[in-house]
């Protein structure tokens, strides 16, 4: 079964600052996906990316499948931005049979005015 | 398009109840899954339905059960519940692997 980390737990930026999400995880996966949650509990997938850059609007967001590490980057931090940001993976098919997500324990992002 | 819908938004059970909670997956989409966020412990996998059928379960009791009917509509039953099945419920449906797209959840308090 994969693990997922994310680092930081929690993070505090002023208005347009850079903010750069880490998250790696221990076993091959089919893709890896970051979502962003409000506070209402509602989730919104940003990216699905198996390789490579993926990029929308002021998000980015990379991936190393050798390393295993994927990172969401936000440029021009705007308070609105504040949410908690979560990272999945799906993991590698195996014998016609898939999991749903295995996910981080999320980063909760605050961007101050 | 209209996106995945849930309902109820909200629910309110005593222990040893059932609960029963709906999801309508995006239109075209044939694969369903169901997700738990209990506080303090993340988003877990529940159960995956894909053309009708329950494709694999996560790390959850046989009370936790559903199906998926033809219109690929699907309904998780809670039996028996417990004070900690407390949480909120998500719906995401995808089609083909693809991007998973969520529902508003429900939540249910367990009382």
């Known amino acids: 079964k994969n693990e997922v980390e994310q680092s930081p737990q929690n993070l505090t930026a002023q208005e347009g600052e850079f903010i750069t999400i880490n998250c790696s995880y221990s076993?091959?996966?089919?893709?890896l996906h970051w979502l962003q949650q409000h506070p209402g509990g509602g989730i919104v997938s940003l990216f699905m990316l198996s390789s490579g850059k993926k990029k929308h609007g002021r998000l980015i967001a990379t991936i190393n499948i050798q390393e295993k590490h994927s990172s969401l980057h936000i440029t021009a931090s705007h308070p609105r931005d504040s949410a908690v940001y979560i990272c999945?993976?799906?993991?590698?098919?195996?014998?016609?049979?898939?999991?749903?997500?295995?996910f981080g324990k999320g980063t909760h992002l605050i961007i101050q005015p | 398009e209209a996106g995945v819908t849930q309902s109820p938004t909200h629910l309110i059970k005593t222990r040893g109840q059932q609960a029963t909670l709906r999801c309508s997956p995006i239109?075209?989409?044939?694969?369903v899954y169901w997700y738990q966020q209990a506080l303090g412990l993340g988003l877990q996998f529940l159960l995956w339905?894909?053309?009708?059928?329950?494709?694999n379960r996560g790390n959850f009791p046989p009370r936790f059960s559903g199906r998926q009917f033809p219109n690929y509509s699907s309904e998780l039953n809670v039996n028996a519940l417990e004070l900690e099945d407390s949480a909120l419920y998500l719906c995401?449906?995808?089609?083909?692997?693809?991007?998973?797209?969520f529902g508003p959840g429900t939540r249910l308090l367990v009382l």
């Open positions: 999945a993976v799906t993991d590698m098919y195996s014998g016609g049979g898939a999991d749903g997500l295995t």
């Open positions: 239109s075209g989409h044939t694969s």
């Open positions: 995401a449906s995808d089609i083909w692997g693809e991007t998973q797209y």
């Open positions: 076993v091959g996966i089919s893709a």
């Open positions: 339905y894909d053309e009708g059928e329950e494709r």
